[in-house]
């Protein structure tokens, strides 16, 4: 039996369901969405003196309860539930009849308990009749009743075709189908009889059809239960359709005349509600505007005039618009001319498709369609001059390094400006050589106004002449080995120039100057550091071939923060070993960590490595390496992580009951796991409001745990509450638990399946049964039906070693399927029975969960649910594959299949056929909406084909993968019209050619791949690397807090493997660690753009078994079965 849910019905306060009390019934309930009837406002009366309150009074909300509050009690407390209350209760009316009931609430309090929340646009009349009276003896000579409304009926988002001054006008099709809101349910026939739609200038209105919109959430089957509750919480959206094909160009003023009536209230609309829209015209181009024009921040536009929009009077189809608008003569290929988007009258024409002062012929084709489905009809031509470009400068900015071993004519030896129109023909620049020291203090050439700034003010810049052609790019080239006076080096460099007027908010005129800041290095030193809480990692490679440098590597404490330069010594100095790395103890470190033994937090370092005149940097910030190459990592500031928890007995309490704690104190810290024993710690419970009570302070014992008992209150609030328990030096604990009131369910619910497997097509039955716990069934309960369904990695029974179904491999996605199945209600036969057919969609794409949930809630408003689920496959026949995941290039690579029904029985003489298919990565240019955007794919090229009969047992086949890289391999019945049977494994071939992986990610991260999922120490562990290079040197390391393994290789091909033992050290979890760095043939042989990284950096999750670690507990019931209030042992 599932979950008990009681459901609260009315506005009631919690008193009333712990009193249980007994009501009676002061309206009926009216039918479905009959009008209620009218009612007369009436002025406030005289409220006597022992009545201390009424409610509500004027406006009210859905929500609010109708609620009688007297000084006195109008019945004891012993009599709550007798015969006598519902006598009292006669004497409160509430007109028009509102489906519910009063209560007492408390002996001073009389509530109405409303089935739903109050209307909208509904007037009501409470009484209190003459006659009622309290113990005091006060009584009512006469009735006393007051008149209270709720919201009028509001009308929004009417069909317009300006919805503001601002907005864009949206003319409407000839057979539209408008739409309005209603903030409650109307009476479509009273919407009908007092909404028109007149022409301009006409008396005859065109004749309209209302409807409720036909939405998922307005169906009774979808609706949520606040909604259910109170209908105010829903979107009533209409739709408007006239009977009869509009006029084109012409305007309609659409009114709702005074008088529409909700479904549900008794409230009329008391004003109008107008509105016009306007059909659509002939489709016509207007004119042509500009915009982009040079100003605070550029000319955007590329043009002195702006850059060409063109204007519609009605929206287009964007494709029709590519299609049909063209320039003479031809513009570039790309980037695309015309800049279209659907539901838009507006086309740009890109100015960086065209060319300055030239005069194009533009050509609108009788085809262009707007979104009505017009056309021009005849074709249009205009001439369109461009004229000059609007003056610009540009230089690259922030940092960019470039080996030193490039040919010396490489452009990525220079530094590029690039000029065009400007008003003076001249820019200023400034250049500085960068001192290795400097970057103790800057990491950019960008000023920030104090001291230690690495280049002048802008004032002080050196002017250098332009010589250039009108509305020609000119390039200037910097030699940066001339500035550097030598191969290798740092600039830093800054450049600015005039490129146009404008005026500012106040008219005045200024001149717009673009400004670039940037640094440069030419090196062939590349550094990697790495730092733990109390050791460092420094290796360094030469760009060219990625060869280990013996280099001088300083280390200096970061001071980007600082107002004023000093003179940086280093904290540490040290020398690479033949294979360029550096590895650093906390005695090394000592001064970099500020005389302590460790760091607490990612030290914030500059790592400067030195080889002759040679040099290279690296620096670390407190959230370096945080995230973005397979891991996240952090840092323990110094103080113990907490890895302890406060656990209840049961997690649900009731208000009186007693709840029982037991803490257990664990906490990390310089990674040891440690049991706090014999430690205080400070309690203090966390009511749901927030409010903190100090529970005493508590001491662990020799376990490191403690125990605590807590009576909670009768009147005990109810909510979410959090016991907290704090100890020394920031070691904390937590845990939580909840208050509420609850009955218990006095019915059960079983739900059942006929069958748990299914296939495409099929239809699974399910069966409800409600039934009280003594006896009688739940006759007329209600049932609601939720049946949703989620994927599912399946495998059959006995074969849990083999992978069945398709997967989806990156940059592949799997097709998404929607969640929701099926919602609906029922109500339960006499029986107690209610059933359910399920249908299962004809084209699932892979195996698939159906979870039905079925919830009864019989006539006292109590709620059961029950739960079941069934597996929806997409074939009734499945295969199996098994192999392991890594293959030598060239060797035969073994892989065993099996075919199986659902429940593992195995299915002889299935033909099968198997295909190793090698997987090729691109990158494609995918144009969306003119605009262009790279996309990842794979491709996968069939290299071997194999055909096995499936026998009793699994069948082994061998295959070859012909070099190195990744390959799927697809098992499918020999004679299937699809791949919905089929399987996938991918596996990973090492060998000596290199392979691309595909661009996955934006950083240089280096893609890391284990055998399995955990380890046990003495196990061998085994790492693939998916590197790009043919050649390279491979740092391997397991780390945590420090490094537990490493390992440097040299490397071939693209999928190199490590091996490595796992040792109790590695326990509970690590990370592996890669860093590739490129060798091979140096960098000045190959061609330019061939290598895009020289490094790659990645890390991958550890993880280690603790199944040995855990004490396991057998439980034996002395008693299968025990009567209430017994104890079981």
Known sequence: MGRVIKTAIGLLLGLSVILGLVSCDSAKLTSGFEPLPAVAPLPMPQIPEWIEQISPIGMAEPLSQIRIRFKDPLIPVERLGSPNQREILQKFEIIPPIPGKFRFLTPRMVGFQADQALPLATRVQVTLKAGLADLNNHSLEQDLAWTFNTAPIQLTNLPATQRNPEAEPEPIALEPKLEFTSNTQLDIASVN???????????????????????????????????????????????????????????????????????????????????????????????????????????????????????FNNPLLASSAMENITVEPAPKEAPKLVQAYDGNRFVNLNPWALEPETTYTVTLGANLTDQFGQTLGEPITFKYQTGDL???????????????????????????????????????????????????????????????????????????RVAGKKNKTTKIAVSLRKRLGGPTGMLAYGVQGKANRYQDGNGNEKWWEPTFYGMVQLTNLGVFAQWFPDSGLVQVNHLSNGSPAAATVEIYKSELNASYRGSPKPCAIAKTDRTGTIALNSQALRQCMNGARRFNKGPQLLVIAKEGKDWAFTRTNEYSGYYGYGIYSDWDNGKPKSRGTIFSDRQLYQPGEKAWFTAAAYYLEKDNLTQDKNASYQVTLVEPNGKKTGLGTKTTNEFGTFSLELPLKENQPLGLYTVEARGSNGKEISGGFRVAEFNPPNFKVDLTLAQKFANMGEKVDANVQGNYWFGSNVDGGKVAYYVTRTPVYFSPAGWEEFSFGQQWFWPQERPQVTSDVLQTNQTLSESGQSSLTIPVTKDLPYPMTYRVDAQVTDVSNLSVSDSKTFTALPSDKLIGLKGDWVADAGKPFPVEVIVTDPTGKVVKGQSVRLELQEMKYSSVTQVLAGSQREKNQVEYKTVKEVTVRSGSSPKSIKLTPPSSGSYRIRANFAKAKNDLAATDLQIWATGGNSVYWGSRYDNSRLDIKLDKDSYKPGETATALIQSPYAEGELYFSVV?????????????????????????????????????????????????????????????PFNTSLDDNYLKVTETLQSKSIEPGAKQT
């Open 193 to 311: 009889q007092h909404l028109t739609m007149t022409p301009k200038g006409q008396t005859q209105s065109v004749k309209l059809d209302v409807a409720l919109k036909e939405q998922a959430d307005v169906s009774s089957e979808y609706r949520q239960p606040a909604q259910e509750f109170n209908p105010s919480l829903r979107q009533w959206i209409y739709t408007i359709t006239p009977k009869q094909p509009l006029t084109k160009a012409t305007d309609y003023k659409l009114a709702f005349a005074p008088g529409v009536r909700p479904a549900r209230g008794n409230i009329a609309t008391e004003t109008a509600f107008l509105s016009q829209v306007k059909t659509f015209d002939p489709l016509t181009y207007q004119e042509t505007t500009f915009y982009g024009q040079p100003e605070a921040g550029g000319a955007y536009g590329r043009f002195v005039k702006g850059a060409a929009q063109l204007e």
């Open 390 to 464: 609007a003056g610009d400068i540009w230089a690259p900015s922030d940092l960019h390094i470039f080996p030193s071993t490039l040919k010396s004519n490489s452009e990525s030896l220079q530094l590029n400006i690039s000029t065009v129109n400007l008003p003076q023909p001249e820019y200023k620049a400034a250049y500085r050589i960068v001192q290795p020291t400097d970057l103790v203090y800057k990491d950019s050439a960008y000023p920030s106004g104090k001291s230690n700034d690495l280049l002048p003010n802008p004032s002080q810049w050196e002017r250098f």
């Open 1040 to 1100: 945590r807090n420090n490094t537990l393994y490493r390992k440097v290789v040299k490397v071939k091909g693209g999928a190199p493997e490590i091996k490595f033992k796992v040792t109790p050290e590695m326990v509970p979890n690590a990370a592996v660690e890669a860093v590739v760095v490129r060798q091979g043939k140096p960098l000045s042989q190959v061609e330019p753009g061939s290598v895009e990284n020289l490094v790659r950096i990645g890390f991958a």
